[in-house]
């Protein structure tokens, strides 16, 4: 199986053109407000971003947060969700009613319920320290909120993988078993590896839909690049960095997310083609 | 609209009169891309003349057909239908197809909509005619193509040669000057196919001018008042039927038809 | 209704289950509040966005480079930004920039209240993601359909009006679905904005009453029935939709 190859995303002249006029958007804005407050002796708007840009991105000196701590719930959030997904997933083409029916039900839950509400709900309902054995884990909120981020991304991904599952035709299975091969050897070896294709596309979709559901952790208290920039804000309290300080974390987002996108329509394409 | 037509769209050009050719075409050239399709075709359609354009595949006729209606511009030439000029860009397109109706190949109904709601829609957005009486003539469409108690199902519910027949309602219902077949029987089975010819033969014999593309060379003969070979984007040879089939002097045309009759 | 309510504070008393936003007439008009407020939040969203899923595929049939530009823009902009970030954006950035109206007492207030921000960042959100829904349907109708209206003298509003958006939206139901109710969930981030929607106050019911766990069960419950009753309605939809010979 060649599943390594995955292409890496062409950056176009069109990404660039794309990413440069947001850029200048951004920077216009900023100038627009700047000549309104023309008055002061401030230090202009670009400068005042560029000041804020470090915190945003990376968090305060000497504590983990921001845009990197974005992208890091995103990614712990993701392999959980993935992990626990494939278990899920696996649930619902099991041959045990009684597993298949319980593994539909909590999919269905997951996938259908709020992501805000389920942040809500392991935030208040878990304890804020694990005891094990008599040693107290604390649990950080960043971490419980990785974890509610993760529970919708289960439940995707293993709707992703019993639609893979069910397209691979039946007859592979017949062979596999006429070759005694129990099933769940028969999934792990033979069908999942035929469907990790099938599924690439559709899951880093969800990782990017994930990634842009990181800001919610900031609605229940993690100090993340959305938190960090209202505090920012209120810090500087000047209504004219209002637009390109919201325009600024936009536009780290979109940088970010932009080429994945088209990343994931490209695999699409190119796996479309070769079934 | 421009001044000159006005009030009378179905009338054309002032100075036509119906002993001129109702479709005149003049040396018209039609490229896509780099790929010369029409390479200088001429043609007269007298008023109530059936025409009947022959030849090989790719050979542009449903080009030459889709120029007439204006669903593609040509880059040279002339085609002036009741002495309007169809290549002009200040052409009232809409004033056009209300005087030249077309039947395809592939059917091409409407898929959401009832058979009568097919034949309905033109007259009703397009001409704005009270319902009632749009409906009524529907009715007489349908069952002048012999398709009465099928008002109310859906083209998906048809056979191909009722489905065509519902598409030739559907342009007769714009009451057009001029009918375009473009092999409307290509993709029927045999059985189906006689049931779409009579229908059109009926047309004809009332009177409608007709410009028919087709590979049925039985029915071209028998109906046609003029037979056009095409080949290559030029017109090779034509003439009455009689004389066409029998004593067609171009090693192509008689390549053609030896190899189809 | 009063016997349920007298057996659910009993419950409360006696097995310590605080379900206070049922019995509890003053908690339940609350919740009730929250409800319709999320159900007019959805519904409103819901014809925005599909409304701007028309226009937009129609514009991307125009042939003015320009306008389909700035389409494609505005897709890609609001497909790879967070909803949540726009909501801001919306709210705290171009609130402010608004002109003020006076209101009938005579004070001057903000033209557009967190609702109105609301509604308008969540339907330009999910409009993005309509128009790319409806444009797929579009191009999937057959171009010989199209001609063939064409050439009966329909305008190109009324072949969009009338042979392909009608086409189109039969093609891509399921995933105009999909977005939807994916709009009514993403209503909740509308509580970061101070909307009193059910999310909303929930959390002031639990942080007044203290029952987290009966409140969140609640919440959970009504979300899933708000989307089962949407899938509901628009699989009955997509039924009556159906049309005997196209599709599947
Ligand atoms: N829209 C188009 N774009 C590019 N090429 C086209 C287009 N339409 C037709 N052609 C080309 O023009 C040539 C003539 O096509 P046309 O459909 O007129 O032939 P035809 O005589 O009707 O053939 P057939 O008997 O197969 O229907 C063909 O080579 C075709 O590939
Ligand atoms: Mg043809």
């Known amino acids: 199986m060649t599943t390594g190859s995955v292409p890496a995303p062409r950056l176009t002249p069109r990404w660039f053109a794309t990413a440069a006029l947001l850029c200048c958007a951004a920077l216009a804005a900023g100038e627009a407000g700047a000549q309104l407050q023309a008055a002061g002796s401030r230090p202009g708007v670009l400068a005042t971003l560029w000041k804020w840009t470090p915190l945003v991105l990376f968090g305060p000196p000497r504590e983990f947060g921001g845009f990197a701590l974005n992208i890091a719930v995103s990614f712990l959030a993701m392999a959980i969700g993935t992990l626990a997904g494939l278990v899920l997933g696996l649930g619902l083409v099991s041959t045990l009613a009684p597993v298949r029916r319980l593994s539909w039900l909590v999919t269905q839950f997951f996938r259908n ?12 309902l878990t304890p804020f320290q ?59 070896r033979i069908i999942l590896p035929q469907c990790v294709k099938r599924m ?76 | 609209m421009r001044s000159g037509t006005e009030g009378q769209a179905v009338s054309g050009s002032p100075t036509w009169t119906p002993d001129q050719p109702i479709v005149a075409l003049h040396d018209i050239h039609k490229s896509f891309g780099a790929v010369e399709v029409l390479k200088g075709v001429s043609l007269d359609v007298a008023k109530g003349e059936v025409v009947c354009i022959i030849g090989p595949s790719g050979s542009g006729k449903s080009t030459l057909l889709r120029c007439v ?58 001409l704005k005619r009270p319902r009632a009486e749009v409906e009524a003539q529907a009715r007489r469409l349908m069952s002048k193509v012999r398709l009465e108690g099928k008002e109310d199902a859906y083209p998906g519910e048809l056979s191909g040669g009722q489905q065509q027949r519902v598409a030739i309602a559907r342009s007769l219902a714009m009451n057009p000057d001029v009918m375009l077949f473009d092999e409307v029987t290509a993709a029927l089975d045999p059985e189906t196919v006689k049931e779409v010819l009579v229908t059109i033969r009926e047309l004809a014999e009332e009177g409608m001018t007709c410009m028919i593309v087709t590979h049925e060379m039985g029915f071209a003969r028998e109906i046609g008042d003029h037979i056009y070979f095409t080949d290559g984007g030029v017109i090779v040879e034509h003439g009455p039927p009689d004389a066409f089939f029998t004593q067609a002097s171009d090693p192509r045309t008689r390549a053609f038809l030896s190899q189809i009759l | 209704m009063d016997a349920l309510w007298d057996l659910l504070r009993h419950v409360h008393d006696a097995y310590g289950v605080n379900l206070v936003h049922f019995y509890d007439g003053f908690e339940r008009g609350r919740l009730l509040r929250g409800i319709w407020t999320t159900v007019k939040l959805a519904a409103v969203c819901i014809a925005f966005s599909i409304l701007i899923g ?63 921000w609301a509604v308008l960042s969540l339907s330009f959100f999910a409009g993005a993601f309509n128009v790319e829904i409806f444009r797929s349907g579009v191009e999937a109708v057959q171009k010989a359909t199209v001609e063939a209206a064409d050439s009966l003298g329909l305008s190109r509003w009324q072949i969009y009006r009338y042979v392909v958006l009608p086409l189109a939206v039969r093609i891509c139901l399921p995933a105009l679905n999909n977005n939807l109710v994916n709009l009514a969930k993403t209503t909740t981030q509308a509580y970061a904005i101070a909307v009193p929607e ?30 089962g009753v949407f899938v509901w309605a628009m699989t009955r939809l997509e039924r009556r939709l159906r049309v005997p010979g196209f599709g599947q």
């Not at chain 1, 639609?163 to 050897?185: H, K």
């Open chain 1, 130 to 188: 694990l005891r094990i054995a008599g040693v107290a884990i604390p649990l950080p909120g960043w971490l419980k909120a990785t974890v509610g981020l993760s529970l919708p991304i289960m439940a995707n991904v293993a709707e992703i993988v019993r639609g893979a599952v069910n397209s691979i035709p039946t007859g592979q299975w017949e062979s596999a078993e006429s070759l005694a091969f129990s099933r769940l050897q028969t999934l792990w």
């Open chain 3, 198 to 227: 059910t999310l909303f106050v929930a959390s002031q019911i639990w942080s007044d009453r203290i029952n987290v766990l009966e409140m969140m069960v609640t919440l959970l419950t009504f979300y899933l029935l708000l989307v």
């Open chain 3, 54 to 116: 028309i226009v937009g595929a129609w514009l991307q049939t125009s042939r003015q480079r320009i306008l389909k530009a700035a389409v494609k823009v505005y897709i890609q902009f609001f497909r790879n930004t967070p909803p949540l970030v726009q909501m801001y954006f919306f709210y705290f950035a171009l609130g402010p920039q608004m002109p003020r109206v006076v209101n009938d007492f005579g004070v001057p207030q903000p033209m557009f209240g967190s609702f109105e």
């Open chain 1, 113 to 124: 319920s709020p992501w805000l509400v389920l942040l809500f709900f392991v935030m208040l």
């Open chain 1, 200 to 275: 690439i596309p559709p899951w880093m979709n969800w990782y990017a839909i994930l990634t842009m559901a990181t800001p919610l952790i900031s609605i229940v208290g993690v100090n993340d690049a959305m938190t960090l920039t209202q505090d920012a804000l209120a810090a500087e309290q000047r209504s004219e960095l209002l637009i390109p300080m919201y325009t600024l974390l936009l536009f780290f987002f979109f940088v970010y997310c932009y080429p994945i996108a088209r990343w994931t329509i490209q695999l699409e394409r190119r796996y479309a083609v070769r079934n």
């Open chain 2, 69 to 126: 209606n204006a669903l593609v511009p040509i880059n040279r030439g002339s085609i002036k239908v009741e002495g309007q000029e169809v290549h002009d860009p200040a052409l009232d397109k809409l004033a056009l197809r209300r005087k030249v109706g077309m039947v395809f190949q592939q059917y091409n109904l409407f898929p959401h909509k009832t058979a009568i709601d097919n034949v309905m829609m033109a007259p009703l957005l397009v």
